[in-house]
């Protein structure tokens, strides 16, 4: 089975699949391949749960994290409105060169449309990941008008939303903020009084922030990855699997708690199927790696020669690697 979440910036999680398995059938051809694409709650979740669930996609232009106008898709199935945050105030609609100028002006007003747009729904499940954003959901609160459908965050990411491991200090780089810009969106942060009673909540960090936004607004919260893995059917999948091939663009740290590689690892363990990790990077000894139930873990920058190579040619260069590993593990060698 191969069950991979995106490689940011570089293929969706489908694209990612794809390229395992065409360099999987050219290693071995007589492997039985069953893929089966996911996401945690950033991007890809709504064309994930659609391949799973059906349902409508409907489209709605929105206020993209820069103030222009971008198309945003989110899918409604029986009663239940699944949004992604990323596509309103996704980091790949701002360009690298821009982000240290919008690192403290990016907007989630978007977000705050998409949930206009679904208020008809009985149920609004909003994914958390891959954002560009750090204004702690303001301009979402700005733009939402009243919620009255039950409200859910779908992610994975446990960091409070201020401190050390905070939306600013955590992931406020990683967007473009110099270090004093990430103090400066700290401080702002910390002035939000509408979120002093969620901020050390887990998971008011995740995306910038947004999620304390939408806790504010009364949103539960449910591991994104779990959700995946419920509505998708993983688990039954599995039960059929000999083998479970998984990955996404860092394997790192974070990885280890709860995302989506995660999950796939553990409900692999469960039935005492090794699980095999293929990602752009592998930054996770093989002693952590093991104590989620990762068998095995391949970079395909280490396989490529470099990082750049890699990214010059990611689907090339992902199945290179997908066929050097099946050759490892193929039947009848796996046995």
């Known amino acids: 089975m191969i069950a991979p979440d995106c ?25 039985e391949l069953s893929l089966r694409p996911l996401a945690d709650g950033g991007p890809g979740f709504v064309d994930v749960l659609h391949t799973a669930l059906g349902g409508v996609v409907r489209t709605t232009t929105v206020t993209g994290p820069l103030g222009d106008p971008v198309e945003a898709r989110w899918l409604e199935h029986d009663g239940t409105a699944y949004l992604e945050s990323a596509q309103a105030c996704g980091l790949h609609l701002i360009p690298p060169d821009l982000r240290p100028r919008t690192a403290e002006t990016a907007t989630t007003r ?12 009985r149920t609004i499940v909003v994914g ?11 301009g979402m609160r700005a733009t939402a008008g ?34 004093e810009a990430v103090e400066r969106l700290e401080a702002r942060l910390a002035a939000m009084a509408e979120l002093a009673a969620v901020r050390d909540r887990p998971g008011a960090g995740a995306a910038g922030g947004l999620g304390a936004g939408l806790m504010a607004l009364g949103a539960g919260t449910v591991s994104g990855a779990g959700l995946v893995r419920e509505l ?22 974070q990885s280890l708690r709860g995302k989506l590689v995660t999950a796939v690892a553990r ?55 997908a066929a050097h590993v099946a050759r490892q593990w193929s039947h009848p060698r796996a046995t």
Request: one cysteine or more.
């Open 110 to 121: 978007g977000v705050g449309e998409l949930l206009n747009a679904a208020r008809e729904a």
């Open 128 to 138: 958390l990941g891959g954002s560009g954003t750090t204004d702690g959901g303001e």
């Open 146 to 179: 009243a919620v009255t459908a039950r409200l859910v965050v779908a992610s994975d990411v446990e960091n409070p939303l201020l401190g050390p491991h905070g939306a600013a200090r955590t992931f406020g780089p990683q967007k473009g903020a110099s270090p």
């Open 7 to 31: 490689f940011g910036g570089t293929l969706t999680a489908r694209e990612v699949a794809e390229a395992v398995a065409e360099g999987w059938r050219r290693a071995a051809p007589g492997d």
């Open 232 to 253: 998708t059917g993983l688990d039954a999948a599995l039960d059929h699997a000999d083998l479970a091939v998984t990955g996404e663009g860092s394997f790192d740290w």
């Open 267 to 321: 409900g692999a363990a469960e039935r005492g199927l090794p699980c095999v990790v293929l990602a752009g990077q592998v930054s996770v000894g093989r002693r952590e790696a093991a104590a989620v139930g990762v068998r095995d873990a391949h970079a395909v920058a280490e396989h490529a020669g470099s990082v750049e190579r890699s990214l010059a040619d990611p689907a090339g260069t992902l199945a290179d690697l």
